[in-house]
């Protein structure tokens, strides 16, 4: 028994010696950023905005812009695109109305098939007033993909190699996992992957041992299956971009290219099938390809026109591009004086104005969230703890950030660097308060350290000019006569072998060499502007030591300049690399013209209910141009369940759901198993705030002084020492022995809750320390109750080491049903504070559950090892000093034990 309690109390004492290594130092730099810890407040705790003092900043939402414009000719959507981004709108969306015009490429449309092909698109659409033609020969490649591995293909396989009784499935496209295989020895191993390979190219083969048996687990991974994409891919990279690329059931492909000379056919073919995995036969003809203009004289729909070329049995058939007279375009704001010469602008750009229309929106409530939502996940970026962010009124947002005043610089210096010397450096330069931290040393680029003892100063010195001569200017060199250390350090990048090669032609072949490492330091100051951060990049660099990194994070500027960035949604195909998509490679999803899919292209999204099942689902519409790289996007990887579409805002993937089947309209709907109502409804913001983000403008900044958060902390400091000291005293003289031990006890308790506190790390506000104060008297209620429990069994007549084991047993349900009561108020209190976006009471609520959580650690561990100890030395000298009635207690409880 008494081993068992001296190992916990070895295991107590690790845990206060290490709790106490963690507070004493201001800032805990580990390996990895994401492991660093510390702060500006007392022993590196960090503090919240009441606390710390920081930045209040206040957005006013720019009223977003509709221009509604009818021109007197047709124009295409990419001449309006570029005319708006040269007048200086470079986010917009765009609709068309009034869509007449399109062009067309019909590949082996032959002139006398014109007519009926006239014909055919009148019937199907509307009536044309004019149309016109002209030929031009294209290259036409068909491309035939191998026989691709299936479930049946690969059993087959395994069977003939005398594998009979496995389970192969299809994880993805090219991934299959085989169950059921017996342990196989390396011949064995090479036997099958020459198999497989056989089969399909493979890309690797794994063999994990199942435990407890003799089987093992195959993941077979195939190099990857030709689609549309890889072939867009190919083409692009031997330069015939804009290619036309449409899969035939999977098992042909065929793409329209520029016209290739016959000549060079089997070179082209030779290229793309060796480019590819998966292709057995390329074939390459040149083709007439109708190029038509055509004009109807009702508005047609792009995707309406596409379809009918599919129909008409034209299916490489594209529509190159469609133009309208007029426009409806968004804009995120429009100052009162370029609404007054735009349309002149537009006529110099474009072409003459018939009519235009401009109206300013107020900013949506469901905008507005997308606001708030952008700048919570910036700021989060940021790295600013506790940040307050929040609608205020109707289109302003408030922001508050912590610390945000500060600006944190690491400088890596080109040599040896004492701390006291760069502190005394920033008093020279002005920078008396400045905070500094020192870090790993850094290896000095273009520097290197060589070992020559035994040298004069005119070796020295000619080495320096010889090294200078060859490879360029020497930024820094110096050597030491007693160790013989050379250190050179190049202004231009220098390889070891070059500099090798010109120490052989010194004469100096038996040399060793190595890279001197440079002084590493953090420099914590307050905010600084973009200029005072260059100014004091060459202060250091002259009158300190030669600086070779200088990389600044914080301040109020950099938080500006992050908040006020317009949101960039793109779309790209994703393809996972394994079964959870943890592991992904990324294309961009690029049109014809070489235009990325973007949030631009994204004309609206909202939440809604699939009109079949009513589950949520989140509706989405594209432009023109989003139709057409959308479509092409979905129609390869359509039924790929290894593919999906992965919308990434502000390089966060907010969502990658699969294509079940090409979507051609350019509108369509995302649905799921975790498309809740809720999430609808945020996914449709995410998306509206990267397809046409409202426009911010700073209309008050301004700094809280940090001295009324000193101010506060010492007096909430101040009072927990004083009300812990009180309770200390009362609990040492009331419960003598117990008092002393639950004294110990409520010291170890705090020491390991800061310790705690630093390294998840929590943000301490006013409320959280109202929420330590609390948890502090939370956790002696438990010692009282437990000691109250003692001087009952006392009492009873019971030996003293009895009484200790029975009152802690008979005391833990009601500390138990005390603090589960505790921990389900903090829950239901973060709860709110999240859904209201109140920190304070989310501060509270998080600082109390840990003060709760680890008072019950103290009193049932701490406490009760440390009793045991004392009672276990205190031997048979009575209970007297046990139990707040002293001798005549113990007097009472020998002769009831008689």
């Given at each position: ?13 690790a845990?206060?010696?290490?709790s ?11 390996p ?24 209040h ?21 990419s ?51 004019d ?72 890309d ?30 190919v083409l ?30 089997s070179?082209?073919?030779n ?61 995120p ?28 929106e ?46 944190n ?86 390889t ?13 072949d038996d040399?060793s ?90 004309s609206?999204?909202?939440p ?20 057409r ?46 498309i809740?109502?809720?999430r ?32 506060s ?6 009072a ?57 008297g ?6 009282i ?84 100890l ?22 009472n ?6």
């Amino acid at each position: 028994m008494r081993r068992k309690y001296l190992r916990k109390l070895l295991f107590i004492v690790a845990l206060v010696i290490s709790s106490v290594m963690v507070i004493s130092y201001q800032d805990i730099d580990l390996p990895g950023e994401s492991f660093d810890r510390g702060g500006d407040g007392p022993l590196g705790l960090v503090l919240g905005l009441d606390l710390r003092g920081g930045t209040h900043l206040i957005y006013q939402a720019e009223r977003p812009v509709n221009i509604d414009v009818t021109f007197a000719k047709s124009h295409s959507e990419s001449d309006i695109r570029r005319a708006f981004k040269e007048i200086g709108f470079d986010t917009l969306n765009i609709s068309l109305f009034d869509q007449k015009e399109f062009s067309i490429s019909v590949p082996g449309l032959m002139p006398s098939e014109i007519d009926s092909f006239i014909e055919g698109i009148e019937s199907e659409l509307g009536e044309l007033v004019d149309y016109q033609y002209q030929s031009e020969y294209r290259t036409k490649l068909q491309l035939e993909t191998v026989d691709l591995p299936n479930v049946e293909t690969i059993e087959e396989v395994l069977t003939n190699l005398g594998y009979e009784e496995v389970e192969v499935a299809s994880l993805q496209k090219q991934i299959f996992t085989v169950k059921g295989m017996p342990s196989i020895d390396q011949d064995s191993e090479i036997e099958l992957r020459n198999a497989l390979g056989e089969l399909y190219e493979l890309d690797d083969l794994f063999l994990a041992s199942e435990d407890d048996s003799d089987e093992v687990q195959s993941l077979i991974f195939f190099e990857s299956f030709p689609d549309e994409g890889t072939v867009r891919d190919v083409l692009d990279s031997l330069d015939y971009k804009g290619a036309t690329v449409v899969s035939h059931g999977g098992k042909n492909i065929v793409a329209i290219i520029k016209m290739v000379d016959a000549s060079e056919h089997s070179q082209l073919a030779n290229d793309v099938q060796g480019e590819i995995v998966g292709i057995q036969a390329v074939e390459t003809t040149n083709v007439d390809t109708a190029l038509m203009e055509l004009f109807f004289t009702e508005s047609e729909e792009q995707s309406e026109v596409e379809t009918v070329l599919v129909y008409l049995g034209h299916p490489e058939s594209i529509v190159t591009e469609s133009r309208a007279a007029g426009y409806g375009i968004d804009i995120p704001a429009i100052t009162d004086e370029k609404s007054l010469t735009l349309a002149d602008e537009l006529n110099q750009v474009v072409g003459q104005v018939e009519q235009i229309q401009i109206r300013r929106e107020e900013p949506t409530p469901e905008r507005m969230d997308g606001v708030v939502d952008t700048i919570k996940r910036r700021v989060d970026a940021f790295g600013i703890a506790e940040p307050v962010i929040q609608r205020f009124g109707e289109d302003r947002v408030l922001v508050q950030m912590p610390g945000a005043g500060d600006t944190n610089i690491e400088v890596v210096f080109k040599d040896s660097l004492s701390e006291d010397v760069l502190q005394e450096g920033l008093i020279n330069i002005g920078l008396d308060e400045a905070n500094t931290l020192r870090l790993d040393d850094q290896p000095v680029v273009n520097g290197f350290l060589m070992n020559i003892p035994g040298l004069s100063d005119d070796s020295v010195e000619e080495i320096r000019i010889g090294l200078s001569d060859s490879l360029g200017e020497v930024e820094a060199f110096s050597f030491d006569h007693v160790s013989g250390r050379m250190r050179v350090v190049y202004s231009t990048p220098v390889t070891v072998d070059e500099i090798r090669s010109a120490m052989g032609d010194l004469g100096y072949d038996d040399v060793s060499y190595g890279q001197p490492l440079g002084s590493s330091f953090r420099i914590r100051i307050s905010s600084l502007s973009v200029d005072e951060q260059g100014e004091l990049q060459s202060k250091l660099d002259d009158k300190v030591m030669s600086v070779q990194s200088f990389e600044v994070s914080g301040g109020v500027e950099e938080a500006k300049a992050l908040i006020g960035q317009t949101a960039q949604l793109v779309i790209k195909e994703r393809t996972c690399l394994n079964s959870d998509c943890s592991q992904f490679s990324d294309r961009e999803a690029v049109g014809r013209s070489g235009e990325s899919l973007t949030g631009s292209n994204l004309s609206s999204a909202y939440p809604s209910t699939h009109p079949t099942t009513g589950l949520p689902i989140v509706n989405f519409v594209f432009d023109n141009t989003g139709t057409r790289i959308f479509r092409e996007l979905t129609a390869g990887i359509a039924g790929n369940n290894a593919k999906c579409i992965a919308y990434i805002l502000d390089g966060e993937t907010i969502i990658c759901p699969i294509a079940r089947q090409a979507i051609i309209g350019g509108a369509g709907y995302i649905e799921g198993d975790n498309i809740t109502f809720d999430r609808a409804r945020t996914l449709s913001i995410q998306l509206e705030s990267g397809s046409l983000p409202v426009s911010l403008d700073l209309v008050r900044e301004s700094t809280v002084d940090s001295l009324l958060g000193n101010e506060s902390l010492k007096a909430s400091l101040k009072a927990g020492l004083v009300g812990l000291g009180l309770i200390l005293v009362f609990m040492i003289a009331y419960y003598r022995i117990p008092g002393v031990i639950a004294s110990g006890s409520l010291i170890i308790y705090a020491v390991i809750l800061l310790a705690l506190f630093k390294m998840i790390p929590v943000t301490l506000t006013l409320s959280g320390l109202a929420g330590l104060i609390l948890s502090i008297g939370m956790a002696v209620d438990a010692n009282i109750l437990i000691f109250e429990r003692l001087k009952e069994e006392l009492r009873t007549g019971r030996s003293l080491m009895s009484s200790i084991d029975i009152g802690f047993r008979r005391s833990w349900t009601a500390i138990r049903d005390s603090n589960i009561s505790t921990f389900i108020t903090c829950g239901i209190l973060f709860y709110f504070g999240r859904e209201l976006g109140e920190p304070r009471i989310t501060g509270f609520a998080v600082v109390l559950f840990l003060g709760v959580g680890l008072s019950m650690f103290t009193a049932l561990t701490v406490s009760r090892t440390l009793l045991h100890l004392v009672a276990f030395a205190w031997g048979n000298r009575g209970s007297g000093m046990f139990t707040p009635e002293g001798r005549r207690a113990s007097s009472n409880v020998d002769r009831g034990g008689m």
